[in-house]
């Protein structure tokens, strides 16, 4: 799907708060809908694999900007779908830097690939909280 495009361009830059927008129909900034923003739903993430891999497949690098990419609990899932590259507020990179420093790619992996086989947001919410709890239990 992705593939003759991704062909063109010399490197993915996900701008996942807009994507999200788009994916889940709603407007991030009203109060009133913004609860309904899922980032770990596995519809969401699958679409995020997709294009990893469609941008790795074509040789080029796959990054994400946007709060999701300065969300520490997010770090390993998005490590774990092959993520090359993080931007973020500089305010969140200490946070973001610590989970990465503090598992392996080995342990995102397998977190991602059990998120994808979710079928619920809360299913993967759960999840994350889980792996976050047992890897940095002091936070």
């Known amino acids: ?3 003759v495009q991704v062909k063109q ?3 993915i ?3 996942f708060s807009d994507a999200e927008t788009i994916l889940d129909n709603h407007d991030r900034g009203n109060e009133r809908v913004s609860y ?3 980032p770990f739903h596995p519809a969401v993430l699958r679409l995020l694999k997709q294009t990893i891999a469609a941008a790795h497949e074509a040789g080029i690098k796959a990054a994400m900007c946007g709060e999701l990419a300065g969300t520490p609990s997010a770090a390993p899932i998005l ?3 092959g993520l ?4 973020m507020a500089a305010s969140a990179i200490p946070p973001v830097k ?3 420093r503090g598992t392996t790619l080995e342990d995102c992996r397998a977190l991602a690939e059990k998120a994808l086989a979710n079928t619920s947001y809360k299913q993967t919410d759960a999840l994350v909280k889980a792996w976050m709890a047992g890897h940095f239990p002091d936070k």
Do not use: K, W
């Open 79 to 81: 490590l774990g779908l």
């Open 9 to 11: 361009i010399s490197e």
């Open 36 to 38: 309904l923003a899922q």
């Open 1 to 3: 799907m992705f593939g």
């Open 84 to 87: 090359d590259e993080f931007s």
């Open 13 to 15: 830059q996900h701008d």
């Open 98 to 100: 610590r989970v990465i």
